[in-house]
């Protein structure tokens, strides 16, 4: 009878080995989880520490600007802003909203509610025309406004084009007309007649503030077109115009388009009150963005009163 000798210690010698080996790897895999989770914990720190330092820039330069803005001089088309020692040395801020530095990684922007088509003061010819202008075909262009209209107003009176109550309940969808006028632009996308793809080609030239009057020297192209009812080549003529000096007076601008806008009152070739300012912290992509809206009517309890305010 033959008998298999098996040796002891060197069995206990791999298992040995196996057991140190698995808690080598437990504790590298412990490791590198742990190391992750540091990495990540920091990266989470960091970018709430520039979210807090781009917040506290943002609103600095919000309060600054309107300071600037308050003791400013507003022409047909910018504000010529004041010397103050300590603030920073700005000549000018244009009124049509083309962005400005203002001190290192921040921006801002002022656009003038008369240079653009307002969605609570509405020029329903205009507004259709900039539809037009986008391809909007006329009959839906006319859905469109009908059914703003009827959003905005208190009645239940569907309007020959529009849409109340009863319309978007057959569509299936679960709001209905506000009754009140639009509180923030996106609510623009609700409305019957409107596409998102819409929306984002015509949200750059509308506004939710009030129009007085309006201010070809602080409108972009499409608003020029949709409110004047001029052609291309009339567009060019007036802008090359207005880059030597602003249109300040009805006869000026027939003279360049063959149209004149002053036929009720208003505030006409200047800007209004009622103003939007955008705020940016971060380049070359913002990281932190203020937009708001504001009434510049001082009185006995502030100098100015915000209509809205975002923050991003």
Known sequence: MKYIHTNKNTNKKGSATFLMVLLVMVILTVSIGFNWLVREYI???QAFQQKAEAILKARSTYD????????????????????????????????????????EDLTVKVQDSNGLLSVTTINTVALKRLLTYFGVEPQNADIFIDSLLDWIDQDDLTRLNGAEKGWYSSQGLKYEPRNYPIQYKEELKLIRGMTPELYSKIEPYISLLPATGFNPNTAPDPVLIAYLDIDNDTLNMLKEYMQTKPVTSDAELYSLTGRRIVKEEGVYFFPSSYLEITVQAGKPKPFYTIKAGIYLNENIYSPYSIIYWKEE
């Open 43 to 45: 990266k989470s720190a």
């Open 64 to 103: 600054t600007l309107i300071y600037l803005m308050l003791n400013g001089k507003f022409t047909a088309k910018e504000i010529i802003l004041p010397k103050i020692e300590g603030l920073p040395e700005i000549e000018k801020i244009p009124l049509n909203g083309t962005e400005v530095s203002f001190l």
